[in-house]
């Protein structure tokens, strides 16, 4: 008798983007199966994939299920699988836009609704004999092949040049960080030919999952390309129209007139544009006079200056310099920011409803999709070919990295939020670089001080970029970057000794822990300025049995300018004012850097049966990821952290982890080659065997 199970998934929509003649990028989603229930020794009947495609307007230029082309929109789309028993199946959508030349932003959205996976099969016949177990086969989807592909291609939908298949596949990712990818290939595999320098090989990596956010929008103005410079003022002038009257001749009789001779007469000034002539009075001669109504030989002046009653040049914005304007001050005077800083005024008057200096452009909110990332590409830089064995080693950084010879120009700024500081970074580029930037980062401020650097430094310098002065976490989707807020996924899993761990080594760091801080300023004189109560202690100070003390020093003085701790500018700080900015900033090292807190070191050697694949079905329970939060208890020391993971190291064939890292350490500067690296400070953990763990206890 046969039965069948059905498996739903939600509806959701492929955005296809593009703006000012750029390529539409394509929109992916992919979609999980775990087909389960099937009785043993059952045989699977059939297994159909439907789904119905909407209509997008602007038609579609990649269509794509696995790869494979030739659905049909505006239908019920309908696919036979090959499926024998319980397993894994995706399918991976991949939509893009018949986009077209226009100016601004545009899209295209298609919609994939009535999704079902129906499995019908028969139970297996009662038999006297217990049936033998078979030997276990894994099915590896189409989305798990690692291929490789040529140097310029952009669409990685299907397998490229060939699918390869390496005795070897590993990838390193350590967050925001170095990203790569080894692998070992044996010559007998014809597709190692497909392989060279800069060639980019796609495999499967971490799931990684990002949910839809709204990325809010931000407006700016531009210098035109034709402007030399527009000079800031301190205040709106007062237009003073000036003509040198004075020093000009009044009208006089009998006064011999020359072509070009310049007069006051009847309150204005005239110049004499006729042939030299003499004239006696006021009211003779006719068109030698100067009285206004014969023009034809006299003009009256009408070029003046402009001279201010005050103010002074602040700065200069300059050719295609983007700011922003807080204010329209009318007859032509805008209150402005500018990236260094600076508030002042500019003159950008309409002629014909045209701005003549500077010209609006604005980035608008908008609706960022979310998306399942399971496999990435990275772009080859060495191959070795090894005679002896007989194999093609291979190392190749993520697809991200193409970003660090994209350079920018002039890119400063002071203070911008993190939609302002992506925006500034994407207009700086001094070539055309169509990759996307997101964040859903909506409080917070940052500096800009990039010019010449490169778009990988300018996002993430681990001193300087916009992910550590924001705090936030990196997520790279090929060429994409995801900023994203520092929210760790606590999925309850907690290390314990004697419980999950085959052995621990654990050392505590205390030489940088802080938990009393001394701030000081400068006073009106210029003296050291100290609080009250002289310093800030940590909540935890009674927790150990020394005092750690740090003295800070604060920019802040009295009588000048400052801004406290909601973001108000002060021009003239107060004393009491300063004493509110020193206690912030003292706050901020245990509330933010967590100072107070010791850095823990732990060796663990642990297997996550959840990345096995004979715990695949585990997965979702017991898997940890890039960021997850993992607490860690050593019950003699009576000692409790919470640690992040922010690396690993994981076999693309398996498809499970070799290696995690997890720490409570701050980041740290190194100077990889690969990119900033954050390997300070970190807990490591390598993966060995199933006996190496008694269970993992959620």
Same mark, same amino acid.
């Given at each position: 008798?046969?039965?069948?199970?059905?498996?739903?998934?939600?509806?959701? !929509?492929?955005?296809?983007?593009?703006?000012?003649?750029?390529?539409?990028?394509?929109?992916?989603?992919?979609?999980?199966?775990?087909?389960?229930?099937?009785?043993?020794?059952?045989?699977?009947?059939?297994?159909?994939?439907?789904?119905?495609?909407?209509?997008?307007?602007?038609?579609?230029?990649?269509?794509?299920? /696995?790869?494979?082309?030739?659905?049909?929109?505006?239908?019920?789309?309908?696919?036979?699988?090959?499926?024998?028993?319980?397993?894994?199946?995706?399918?991976?959508?991949?939509?893009?836009?018949?986009?077209?030349?226009?100016?601004?932003?545009?899209?295209?959205?298609?919609?994939?609704?009535?999704?079902?996976?129906?499995?019908?099969?028969?139970?297996?016949?009662?038999?006297?004999?217990?049936?033998?177990?078979?030997?276990?086969? %894994?099915? %590896?989807?189409?989305?798990?092949?690692?291929?490789? %592909?040529?140097?310029?291609?952009?669409?990685?939908?299907?397998?490229?040049?060939?699918?390869?298949?390496?005795?070897?596949?590993?990838?390193?990712?350590?967050?925001?960080?170095?990203?790569?990818?080894?692998?070992?290939?044996?010559?007998?595999?014809?597709?190692?030919?497909? $392989?060279?320098?800069?060639?980019?090989?796609?495999?499967?990596?971490?799931?990684?999952?990002?949910?839809?956010?709204?990325?809010?929008?931000?407006?700016?103005?531009?210098?035109?390309?034709?402007?030399?410079?527009?000079?800031?003022?301190?205040?709106?002038?007062?237009?003073?129209?000036?003509?040198?009257?004075?020093?000009?001749?009044?009208?006089?009789?009998?006064?011999?007139?020359?072509?070009?001779?310049?007069?006051?007469?009847?309150?204005?000034?005239?110049?004499?544009?006729?042939?030299?002539?003499?004239?006696?009075?006021?009211?003779?001669?006719?068109?030698?006079?100067?009285?206004?109504?014969?023009?034809?030989?006299?003009?009256?002046?009408?070029?003046?200056?402009?001279?201010? !009653?005050?103010?002074?040049?602040?700065?200069?914005?300059?050719? /295609?310099?983007?700011?922003?304007?807080?204010?329209?001050?009318? /007859?032509?005077?805008?209150?402005?920011?500018? !990236?260094?800083?600076?508030?002042?005024? $500019?003159?950008?008057?309409?002629?014909?409803?045209?701005?003549?200096?500077?010209?609006?452009?604005?980035?608008?909110?908008?609706?960022?999709?979310?998306?399942?990332?399971?496999?990435?590409?990275?772009?080859?830089?060495?191959?070795?070919?090894?005679? +002896?064995?007989?194999?093609?080693?291979?190392?190749?950084?993520?697809?991200?990295?193409?970003?660090?010879?994209?350079?920018?120009?002039?890119?400063?700024?002071?203070?911008?939020?993190?939609?302002?500081?992506?925006?500034?970074?994407?207009?700086?580029?001094?070539?055309?670089?169509?990759?996307?930037?997101?964040?859903?980062?909506?409080?917070?401020?940052?500096?800009?001080?990039?010019?010449?650097?490169?778009?990988?430094?300018?996002?993430?310098?681990?001193?300087?970029?916009?992910?550590?002065?924001?705090?936030?976490?990196?997520?790279?989707?090929?060429?994409?970057?995801? $900023?994203?807020?520092?929210?760790?996924?606590?999925?309850?899993?907690?290390?314990?000794?004697?419980?999950?761990?085959?052995?621990?080594?654990?050392?505590?760091?205390?030489?940088?822990?802080?938990?009393?801080?001394?701030?000081?300023?400068?006073?009106?004189? +210029?003296?050291?300025?100290?609080?009250?109560?002289?310093?800030?202690?940590?909540?935890?100070?009674?927790?150990?049995?020394?005092?750690?003390?740090?003295?800070?020093?604060?920019?802040?003085?009295?009588?000048?300018?400052?801004?406290?701790?909601?973001?108000?500018?002060?021009?003239?700080?107060?004393?009491?004012?300063?004493?509110?900015?020193?206690?912030?900033?003292?706050?901020?090292?245990?509330?933010?850097?967590?100072?107070?807190?010791?850095?823990?070191?732990?060796?663990?050697?642990?297997?996550?049966?959840?990345?096995?694949?004979?715990?695949?079905?585990?997965?979702?329970?017991?898997?940890?990821?890039?960021?997850?939060?993992?607490?860690?208890?050593?019950?003699?020391?009576?000692?409790?952290?919470?640690?992040?993971?922010?690396?690993?190291?994981?076999?693309?064939?398996?498809?499970?982890?070799?290696?995690?890292?997890?720490?409570?350490?701050?980041?740290?500067?190194?100077?990889?080659?690969?990119?900033?690296?954050?390997?300070? !400070?970190?807990?490591?953990?390598?993966?060995?065997?199933?006996?190496?763990?008694?269970?993992?206890?959620?």
């Amino acid at each position: 008798m046969s039965e069948q199970i059905t498996y739903n998934a939600a509806s959701f !929509n492929l955005v296809s983007r593009w703006a000012d003649g750029s390529n539409p990028s394509t929109a992916k989603k992919t979609l999980t199966f775990e087909i389960s229930g099937i009785p043993d020794g059952a045989t699977v009947n059939s297994a159909t994939f439907r789904f119905t495609l909407g209509s997008p307007l602007t038609g579609a230029a990649v269509l794509t299920l /696995n790869g494979q082309p030739g659905l049909q929109t505006s239908a019920v789309n309908t696919k036979t699988l090959t499926i024998t028993g319980n397993t894994t199946w995706t399918a991976a959508f991949a939509f893009k836009a018949n986009g077209n030349s226009a100016s601004g932003s545009h899209s295209g959205s298609l919609t994939v609704s009535d999704i079902t996976l129906v499995v019908e099969y028969t139970g297996a016949a009662p038999d006297d004999e217990p049936a033998e177990e078979p030997e276990e086969v %894994y099915d %590896y989807p189409d989305s798990h092949n690692i291929c490789v %592909y040529a140097p310029d291609d952009e669409d990685f939908t299907s397998n490229g040049l060939g699918i390869l298949t390496p005795t070897k596949c590993v990838v390193t990712e350590e967050a925001g960080s170095q990203y790569e990818l080894q692998l070992e290939l044996p010559v007998a595999d014809d597709a190692w030919q497909q $392989i060279q320098t800069e060639s980019i090989i796609k495999a499967p990596v971490p799931v990684v999952t990002i949910e839809e956010f709204q990325m809010a929008g931000a407006a700016y103005w531009k210098v035109k390309s034709n402007q030399s410079g527009i000079n800031v003022m301190s205040k709106v002038p007062t237009i003073v129209r000036v003509t040198n009257a004075g020093s000009y001749p009044t009208y006089s009789p009998s006064t011999r007139y020359t072509r070009g001779s310049k007069v006051s007469y009847g309150n204005k000034v005239w110049q004499y544009i006729g042939a030299n002539a003499w004239t006696n009075d006021g009211s003779i001669l006719g068109a030698f006079t100067l009285t206004p109504g014969y023009v034809s030989y006299w003009v009256e002046i009408t070029s003046f200056t402009l001279k201010t !009653n005050s103010g002074k040049v602040l700065g200069t914005l300059g050719r /295609n310099e983007v700011f922003t304007m807080v204010a329209d001050m009318g /007859n032509g005077w805008m209150r402005v920011k500018t !990236n260094s800083g600076i508030t002042g005024y $500019i003159y950008n008057p309409k002629v014909n409803d045209v701005y003549q200096y500077a010209e609006y452009y604005s980035v608008l909110d908008a609706t960022v999709a979310g998306r399942e990332i399971r496999q990435q590409c990275f772009r080859i830089y060495s191959i070795e070919k090894d005679s +002896d064995t007989m194999t093609v080693r291979v190392n190749a950084r993520h697809l991200s990295y193409d970003a660090a010879n994209i350079y920018l120009g002039k890119c400063e700024a002071k203070g911008v939020s993190a939609v302002a500081a992506i925006s500034l970074i994407q207009n700086a580029t001094l070539e055309e670089d169509n990759r996307h930037i997101y964040t859903d980062i909506d409080t917070g401020a940052c500096d800009l001080d990039c010019s010449w650097d490169n778009t990988v430094t300018a996002l993430l310098n681990p001193d300087s970029g916009i992910a550590a002065q924001l705090q936030a976490k990196v997520i790279r989707d090929n060429e994409d970057f995801f $900023i994203l807020k520092d929210e760790h996924t606590d999925r309850g899993y907690r290390i314990e000794y004697g419980n999950n761990m085959k052995a621990v080594n654990w050392s505590i760091d205390t030489s940088s822990m802080v938990t009393r801080v001394v701030p000081h300023a400068k006073d009106e004189n +210029d003296a050291d300025l100290m609080l009250d109560e002289q310093w800030v202690d940590s909540p935890l100070i009674n927790e150990y049995p020394k005092v750690y003390v740090k003295p800070i020093s604060v920019n802040c003085k009295v009588g000048g300018k400052g801004t406290m701790p909601d973001g108000t500018v002060v021009q003239s700080l107060t004393k009491e004012q300063c004493f509110e900015i020193m206690r912030a900033e003292a706050q901020k090292i245990f509330d933010v850097d967590h100072a107070d807190e010791p850095e823990i070191t732990i060796d663990v050697d642990l297997v996550m049966l959840g990345s096995t694949v004979e715990y695949q079905h585990l997965a979702v329970l017991d898997a940890l990821f890039m960021y997850d939060t993992v607490h860690v208890w050593h019950p003699l020391l009576k000692i409790e952290a919470a640690v992040h993971m922010t690396g690993y190291e994981f076999d693309s064939i398996l498809r499970r982890y070799n290696r995690i890292t997890l720490t409570n350490a701050r980041r740290r500067n190194d100077t990889s080659v690969s990119g900033f690296d954050l390997r300070d !400070n970190s807990i490591r953990f390598e993966k060995l065997s199933s006996t190496a763990v008694d269970r993992l206890r959620a």
